[in-house]
């Protein structure tokens, strides 16, 4: 790298609007969207789809609900144009959706694209060429108006060919490709230019798309851009407005944002991101963002884990476990002050009277994208205790009591240090089941019992093997736990003072189980926990008192 990097690149110039407006806007609505994931999308890929799967990546686009959907460049060769006239001919684009097409601004290739779309209910045709300085001077070497003349032409061979086959919905789309770099008066005239052509109206309106081709600066800057072009073109009424971002620098997502807050009506992009060098802007990002503040997309992403293997299979690119909301990590949390505060959450909206989200660390619910919460939190050497009581309560149903949930959070640390790997549910289960539950190996272990006496005054008698030899022992009390306590101490067990006793119901109706959780101090002044699970609440109390016992 250069330690003077402004000897080899320039910043890029401010856009002159000092009354700009969009900063005060917000997104009210959902634009029109547009996949290119057949076309631009395609073309990015180092082994481009067969027919086969841009059937299921285009029958999945349908799915998901998009309306307008670029399906190729049908003068690129055999396999685009046999596909695009293959699925006009198939029957199986819905009758709401429109097809478009991709063309450079060629009467040929103009030609080709129209015969590939004849039979088509309705298809957009798109029309481009490049109008930016360095294109005009590196690319073509031709001068402002050579560069005009090209879209004019290009949008005579438009008017004409739509003219001969009236039985199609046509509209047309003219791109004045690299807008983003441009400069921004020319861009407007030759998109006026390509107007005075076609002559739209606010009933069949033109679409200009202003593509930021390169992404070379950042996101205000291309607001301004819009914005700008939005208030100075005449007709504007007679137009769409649409956005076709890259991701160079990173913020495709902001600047298609930004540029529907500046006036345009309508968004381009691939679903994940696909696209050339960085991708194209991410329609499901920018549709769930949206939908976090409340709007409606127009797009169904309710299954998020089917759009994410379709497009993967399609695309033979994997999905980074970071995609925002697509990626299998996006709603994981392995911090343990994040996994507390997100499980803290969910236990406030449990006594929610509304279903308003207010989850921490989670801007949406996952269930809302048919995924689960059993990833939300996972466990390694990072988490504390709120991740593994999380675990133990999802996957077992143990709301484990917050004094047990650090002393078992040490366990579980231990054991993570020990593997220096992800600990899942099973790992922790059988960790817990070590330290808590009966074993055999147990120095106590319950056979039986029987309870009897008066209000508090209850007297424990219970068949227990002490050491591997079976004994009875019995003890009286004020109640059934303080009666198992009396019996252990007055049978060579330990003396325990019971400080805190928990329990519940894990499940409902006749199967289900009762857990009980005690916390004890010894005569020396440590402090035990014990767990007992029965089908019978008193029995798992008394299991519980035991537990504690082995571990004293």
């Known amino acids: ?64 609900g998009l309306k307008e959907i670029e399906v190729g460049f049908p003068s690129a060769g055999a396999t685009e144009y046999d596909f695009i006239t293959g699925l006009v001919a198939s029957g199986r684009i819905p009758h709401d959706v429109t097809i478009q097409v991709l063309t450079q601004s060629r009467r040929d290739l103009i030609e080709t694209s129209f015969a590939s779309l004849k039979g088509a209910m309705s298809a957009i045709v798109h029309l481009y060429n490049a109008v930016s300085p360095a294109w005009r001077r590196i690319v073509f070497g031709m001068t402002r108006a050579q560069v005009k003349q ?59 798309n202003l593509p930021a081709t390169v992404e070379c600066a950042t996101p205000n800057v291309y607001a301004d851009q819009i914005e700008w072009f939005a208030r100075h073109l005449r007709n504007r009424d007679a137009c769409v407005l649409s956005l076709h971002t890259h991701n160079d620098r990173g913020t495709g997502v902001a600047a298609a944002e930004l540029g529907l807050m500046a006036g345009a009506d309508r968004v381009e992009g691939c679903l994940l991101g696909n696209g050339e060098r960085t991708g194209n802007c991410d329609l499901v990002t920018v549709a769930l963002n949206m939908y976090t503040q409340g709007l409606d997309p127009k797009l169904d992403l309710s299954d998020i884990d089917a759009v994410v293997k379709t497009v993967t299979y399609c695309t033979n690119i994997p999905v980074h476990p970071r995609t925002p909301y697509a990626g299998d990590l996006v709603f994981t949390a392995f911090s343990g002050s994040h996994q507390d505060a997100i499980r803290k959450g969910f ?141 252990l101490a007055d049978s060579t067990g330990p003396a325990l003072d019971v400080v805190d006793y928990n329990e ?23 402090t035990v926990f014990g767990v007992g699970l029965d089908t019978d609440i008193a029995t798992a109390s008394v299991r519980a008192v035991l537990s504690a016992a082995n571990r004293a």
Not at 15 to 35: G, N
Not at 154 to 178: C, H, I, M, N
């Open 1 to 64: 790298m250069l330690r003077d990097p402004s000897s080899k690149y320039r910043p890029f110039p401010a856009v002159d609007l000092p009354d700009r407006t969009w900063p005060s806007r917000t997104i009210t609505r959902a634009p029109r969207w547009l996949s290119t994931d057949l076309r631009d999308g395609n073309q990015a890929l180092i082994d481009p789809m067969d027919a086969e799967k841009k059937t299921r990546l285009f029958d999945l686009l349908c799915k998901v």
């Open 504 to 526: 519940h119901a894990i499940g409902h109706g006749a199967d289900a189980q009762a857990a009980a959780y005690v916390e004890c101090r010894t005569a020396d002044g440590r």
């Open 150 to 208: 090209i879209a004019i032409d290009g949008a005579k061979v438009l008017r004409d060919e739509a003219a001969r086959q009236p039985d199609v919905a046509w509209q047309f789309e003219y791109s004045p490709e690299t807008f983003s770099t441009a400069e921004l008066d020319f861009s407007l005239e030759v998109c006026e230019a390509v107007m005075d052509v076609l002559q739209p109206t606010p009933e069949r309106p033109i679409i200009f």
């Open 347 to 487: 236990a406030a909206r449990d006594q929610q009277n509304d279903e308003a989200w207010e989850v921490p660390y989670l801007p949406i619910d996952p269930a809302d994208l048919g995924r689960s919460y059993e990833a939300v939190i996972r466990v390694n050497s990072q988490s504390g205790k709120g991740g593994v009581a999380w675990v133990i309560e999802q996957d077992k149903g143990l709301k484990l009591p917050k004094r047990l949930q650090a002393d078992f959070s040490r366990h579980v640390q231990a054991l993570a240090d020990e593997t220096s790997r992800e600990l899942n549910a099973a790992d922790i289960w059988a960790r817990f089941e070590s330290v808590y539950l009966p074993r055999a190996t147990d120095r106590f272990v319950l056979r039986d019992y029987e309870e009897s006496g008066t209000a508090g005054q209850r007297v424990f008698v219970g068949r227990v093997a002490v050491g591997g030899e079976e004994r009875s022992i019995s003890g009286r009390g004020n109640g059934l736990i303080s009666g198992v306590v009396a019996a």
